[in-house]
T-cell receptor, first 110, second 117 residues
C-alpha cells in the first residue's frame, strides 16, 4: 500500500504557483520523498526528491516539514502544460521499486 | 536526458494471441528495468523487476507464466502477454534505472496501450 496521502484534485490559475501537499506521517528516517508526474497517456516523469532539507531544481521546489511527516511540491509559475497527475512517493529500499498511490490531478486553468 | 522507448506504442490483438512489448534504454545501460500496468483512471501498479541476465522478480498477484519478461541485454527488456484476454487490456509502462540504488535516475517509457478484442 502507498505510504502517502494526497488530495485527489486541485486547480491552479496559469502563471500562479501550484502548491501540492503530501502527507507521509509514517515515514522512516532513511526514506526519501520523491515526486513524479504523469501527463495524460504518457509515462511518469521524475520531478524532484529530498530527504530532510528543502530542494529546488529547474522544475520545482520541495518543502519538507521539520518532522518530515508532510511535504509540499511547489511549481512556481504553473503553465497549461503542467496539467498532470502528481505522485508523491516515499522510498528507502534503493531497489527502484516505486509504489504509486492515487496522486493529485492538477488542472491548470487559463 | 536519458531516453526510454517502448514498441509498439499501441497494439490491438484477438483474444488468445500473444503480444510482445519492447522496452529500450536508448542512450544508457540500465542496471534494472521495471514493468508497470495502469488501468483507466487508476494508478500505476508495479508488475515485475527485471535485471539483465537473470529471472525477473514478480510482484504478488502477477502471473509469471502469463506475463513473460526477458531481459536479454542492458538496454532491452521485453514483456510478452501470453494468451491475452480482454481483461489484460491496459496501459503497460516500463522504466529503466541508470544507477543502482538511485531511484532518481529511473526513467519511464511512453507506454504501450494494449487492447484485446
Amino acid at each position: 500500500d502507498a505510504k502517502t496521502t494526497q488530495p485527489p484534485s486541485m486547480d491552479c490559475a496559469e502563471g500562479r504557483a501550484a502548491n501540492l501537499p503530501c502527507n507521509h506521517s509514517t515515514i522512516s528516517g532513511n526514506e526519501y520523498v520523491y515526486w513524479y508526474r504523469q501527463i495524460h497517456s504518457q509515462g511518469p516523469q521524475y520531478i524532484i526528491h529530498g530527504l530532510k532539507n528543502n530542494e529546488t531544481n529547474e522544475m520545482a521546489s520541495l518543502i519538507i516539514t521539520e518532522d518530515r511527516k508532510s511535504s509540499t511540491l511547489i511549481l512556481p509559475h504553473a503553465t497549461l502544460r503542467d496539467t498532470a497527475v502528481y505522485y508523491c512517493i516515499v522510498d528507502s529500499s534503493n531497489t527502484g521499486k516505486l509504489i504509486f498511490g492515487q496522486g493529485t490531478t492538477l488542472q491548470v486553468k487559463p | 536526458g536519458a531516453v526510454v522507448s517502448q514498441h509498439p506504442s499501441w497494439v490491438i490483438c484477438k483474444s488468445g494471441t500473444s503480444v510482445k512489448i519492447e522496452c529500450r534504454s536508448l542512450d544508457f545501460q540500465a542496471t534494472t528495468m521495471f514493468w508497470y500496468r495502469q488501468f483507466p483512471k487508476q494508478s500505476l501498479m508495479l508488475m515485475a523487476t527485471s535485471n539483465e541476465g537473470s529471472k525477473a522478480t514478480y510482484e504478488q498477484g502477477v502471473e509469471k507464466d502469463k506475463f513473460l519478461i526477458n531481459h536479454a541485454s542492458l538496454t532491452l527488456s521485453t514483456l510478452t502477454v501470453t494468451s491475452a484476454h480482454p481483461e489484460d487490456s491496459s496501459f503497460y509502462i516500463c522504466s529503466a534505472q541508470l544507477a543502482y540504488g538511485r531511484t532518481d535516475t529511473q526513467y519511464f517509457g511512453p507506454g504501450t496501450r494494449l487492447t484485446v478484442l
